[in-house]
Nanobody, 123 residues
Framework: QLQLVESGGGLVQPGGSLRLSCAASGFTLDYYAIGWFRQAPGKEREGVSCSSGSGASTNYAHSVKGRFTISRDNAKNTVYLQMNSLKPEDTAVYYC????????????????WGQGTQVTVSS
């Protein structure tokens, strides 16, 4: 059974850092496009960062560029999102997603989703 499990969320002060992890089971991430998405209360789910199956291509939402970094460890079958210089507007539930064919960083392009992890940025 294909499964994605996120971890690493929590409460952090503005300017702080968190690293989210997304462990995959039931399939190998190597050739899957992966993405991190987030959804704040009352807002639509949005793409934060996505990486192509080969890892050769990555993109970031304008709001996180220069602060967030997506990476993958294929040996551990795990995807990461390093989040630095966090702002209150980064508060949201963060989801990881995977898809064999996704070519764009939008939720509708991804078939497999984790359950989400809450990130709260507040003093």
């Amino acid at each position: 059974q294909l499964q994605l499990v996120e971890s690493g969320g929590g409460l952090v002060q503005p300017g702080g850092s968190l690293r989210l992890s997304c462990a995959a089971s039931g399939f190998t991430l190597d050739y899957y496009a992966i993405g991190w998405f987030r959804q704040a209360p009352g807002k639509e789910r949005e793409g934060v960062s996505c990486s192509s199956g080969s890892g050769a291509s990555t993109n970031y939402a304008h709001s996180v560029k220069g602060r967030f970094t997506i990476s993958r460890d294929n040996a551990k079958n795990t995807v990461y999102l390093q989040m630095n210089s966090l702002k209150p507007e980064d508060t949201a539930v963060y989801y990881c997603a995977a898809d064999r064919l996704a070519a764009i960083c939008v939720p509708s392009a991804y078939d497999y989703w984790g359950q989400g992890t809450q990130v709260t940025v507040s003093s």
